[in-house]
């Protein structure tokens, strides 16, 4: 099993960055897929980024492309999640979460069923 504890978020202006971490547990770090999903106020926990075993692979959702960037230090059992030219409609909890590869066998997961194990959430305020 993995432990995970996300950190990083706060009250950012539009346009302003903020780069969340994502500290996790456990020996094997290096064989769990490894994700970002955020929770709107009154929404549903949604997908942001993912990232395969190694970090060569990420998969982004269209309305973050070009301004998140997911990454991973296995040496340091660490995901992070850097992101830039923040918008008021990216304020929401933010949850690392992560997955076993051995699971199902994908580089990438992007479901949030896909999920079993997630961080508390960090919450991330982008003021207009």
């Known amino acids: 099993q993995v432990q995970l504890v996300d950190s990083g978020g706060g009250l950012v202006q539009a346009g302003g960055s903020l780069r969340l971490s994502c500290a996790t547990s456990?020996?094997?770090?290096?064989?769990?897929?490894m994700g970002w999903f955020r929770q709107p106020p009154g929404k549903e926990r949604e997908f942001v980024a993912a990232?395969?075993?190694?970090?060569?692979?990420?998969r982004y959702t269209d309305s973050v492309k070009g301004r998140f960037t997911i990454s991973r230090d296995n040496a340091n059992n660490m995901v992070y999640l850097q992101m830039n030219s923040l918008k008021p409609e990216d304020t929401a909890v933010y949850y690392c979460?992560?997955?076993?590869?051995?699971?199902?066998?994908?580089?990438?997961?992007?479901?949030?069923?896909?999920?079993?194990?997630w961080g508390q959430g960090t919450q991330v305020t982008v003021s207009s």
């Open positions: 990232i395969n075993w190694d970090g060569s692979s990420a």
């Open positions: 456990g020996r094997t770090f290096d064989t769990y897929a």
């Open positions: 979460a992560a997955e076993p590869l051995s699971t199902y066998y994908k580089n990438i997961y992007s479901l949030r069923s896909e999920y079993h194990y």
